[in-house]
């Protein structure tokens, strides 16, 4: 395991690891709720938005990518990067989303846009 990070109530807390995977845990009962799968190498960070049930992962596969934690699915298509991705943080509104590559670069995303991009009208950052 690299990475771990809470939802902003509390009652999950998320996992990545060295095989790809990011799991999702119920921390009332232990009982895992999700297993995203879709990196195809090392998930190194994670990040909870702060306003809507949403993960970023950042991997050694060139990705960051979103996922809807009610689901476990992911969210768009894959941000692409030109080398691994190491970090991932959103901002203190949840409207972007910042991404640390391996090529000594920071990325910004919109989040509003990705979200629209890919039907998730209601869940939108306002």
């Known amino acids: 395991m690299f990475c771990l990070a809470w939802t902003a109530d509390g009652s999950t807390l998320v996992s990545g690891s060295w095989d790809d995977s990011i799991m999702t845990w119920n921390t009332t009962t232990w009982q895992q709720i999700h297993a995203l799968k879709g990196h195809t190498s090392c998930v190194l960070s994670i990040a909870v938005s702060p306003n809507v049930p949403i993960l970023a992962s950042a991997s050694w596969d060139n990705t960051a990518r979103l996922w809807n934690l009610e689901n476990g699915l992911p969210i768009g298509s894959p941000l692409q990067h030109p080398h691994d991705v190491q970090c991932v943080s959103f901002s203190t509104d949840g409207k972007l989303l ?29």
């Open 98 to 126: 910042a991404t640390g590559c391996w090529d000594k670069n920071a990325y910004s995303w919109d989040i509003p846009g990705i979200l629209k991009e890919a039907g998730f009208l209601n869940q939108i950052v306002s």
